[in-house]
C-alpha cells in the first residue's frame, strides 16, 4: 500500500539503492519514515547477491546507482550540485591512484550519461536538505531512563559535567543530582556526548540530545 502512491519501486536500480529511492521519494512526498523502538530486523548484507555476483561487480552496482539516484530523485538542483560534486570527489580520488581502482574509474566513465538518467521531479514537500539532515547521524535523540509524571529539566551545556574534571563540572553535577529528586532532566550536548554516553549523565537523564 505504501509503495502505490511512490510509483513503486525503481526499475533502474538492479540491485541496490533501489530502497533509499523509495524511502528518500516518500519523505519528498511528506510521507516520513516511522521509527518502532520494539521493532527487529535482520539484516544479511549481501546474503543473495554474492552468491550469484562477484564483490568488484556489487560494487560498481553500487556506486552507479547512486549515481543515477541523485540524477532520477534529487529534485533541488543546489542539493543536486552539491551531492553530484561530492560523490564524483569521492570516486575521482581512487580513480587517480598511481595504481588505479578499476571500478571507480569504470563508474567515472560512465557518469557523462547523467543528462539520460535525469527523471523530472515535483517540487518536494519537505526540503531535501533537511531531509538529508535528518537521516545524516548529524542530530540524535535517544532515550535515558523513563519519564516520570514531573516538571521537566533542560540542562544545556559546552562540556559533559562528568567525570568531574574541574570546578565547573563538579558544581553543576551536584546541582543536577540534586534537582533529579524533584525534577526530569533532558540534556542538550554537543557531539562528544555520543562518545561519552556511558556517564552518569546519560544513565539519570529522560533524553538526550547532540
Not at 52 to 74: G, K, P, Q, V
Not at 168 to 194: H, I
Request: proline share 7%; charged share 25%.
Amino acid at each position: 500500500m505504501a509503495a502505490g502512491p511512490l510509483d513503486a519501486m525503481g526499475e533502474a536500480y538492479q540491485p541496490y539503492v533501489e530502497d533509499l529511492d523509495l524511502g528518500f521519494r516518500g519523505w519528498q512526498r511528506g510521507r516520513p519514515s516511522v521509527f518502532v523502538s520494539g521493532a527487529r530486523v535482520e539484516h544479511r548484507h549481501r546474503a543473495t547477491t554474492s552468491r550469484y555476483f562477484s564483490r568488484e561487480y556489487l560494487d560498481r552496482t553500487l556506486e552507479l546507482n547512486y549515481l543515477r539516484f541523485l540524477a532520477r530523485t534529487i529534485a533541488e538542483p543546489r542539493v543536486f550540485r552539491r551531492l553530484w560534486s561530492e560523490a564524483i570527489l569521492r570516486l575521482n580520488h581512487p580513480a587517480a591512484l598511481q595504481e588505479p581502482n578499476l571500478t571507480a574509474a569504470a563508474i567515472l566513465g560512465t557518469a557523462w550519461r547523467d543528462p539520460f538518467w535525469i527523471k523530472r521531479r515535483a517540487q518536494p514537500a519537505i526540503p531535501e536538505d533537511e531531509i538529508l539532515a535528518l537521516g545524516s547521524g548529524a542530530v540524535v535523540i535517544a532515550p535515558g531512563r523513563a519519564a516520570q509524571n514531573r516538571p521537566v529539566l533542560l540542562v544545556v551545556s559546552p562540556y559533559l559535567p562528568f567525570p568531574l574534571a574541574h570546578g565547573g563540572a563538579v558544581r553543576m553535577y551536584n546541582l543536577m543530582r540534586r534537582a533529579a529528586v524533584d525534577l526530569t532532566r533532558c540534556w542538550w550536548r554537543s557531539p562528544e556526548m555520543r562518545r561519552r554516553r556511558r556517564s552518569n549523565c546519560w544513565r539519570s537523564a529522560a533524553k538526550l540530545c547532540w
